[in-house]
Nanobody, 121 residues
């Protein structure tokens, strides 16, 4: 059973960089052909895909967030990290990490429980 757990600060000040880590257990983030995603849901809005790091370490970002987003991994710790720079109150959301596989199909099969991040001064 794969489990994902987000961790990081719940409160970030405007203009700072938000950093969240997803720790994965029950499976390796380097296993072919799985992709490890960051997704967020602002209050009262739908899910927004932010970006992904693949089993091989390649990254892809949402065009709307690309200039502010970075995702990297520590394979030795089986973790991947999201950094979002220059945050504003509009970045307040529940942030999720989730796994999918374009090769295997079936959409997101495992999710973290989500972590609330609030941006305020």
């Amino acid at each position: 059973q794969v489990q994902l757990q987000e961790s990081g600060p719940g409160l970030v000040k405007p203009s700072q960089t938000l950093s969240l880590t997803c720790t994965v257990s029950g499976g390796s983030i380097s296993t072919n052909y799985y992709y490890w995603n960051w997704i967020r849901q602002p209050p009262g809005k739908g899910l927004e895909w932010m970006g992904v790091i693949t089993y091989s370490g390649s990254t892809y970002y949402s065009p709307s967030l690309k200039s502010r987003t970075s995702i990297f991994r520590d394979a030795s710790k089986n973790q991947f990290t999201l950094q979002l720079s220059s945050v504003t109150p509009e970045d307040t959301a529940v942030y999720y990490c989730a796994r999918d596989s374009p090769v295997v199909g079936g959409g997101y099969d495992y999710w973290g429980q989500g972590t609330q991040v609030t941006v305020q001064g």
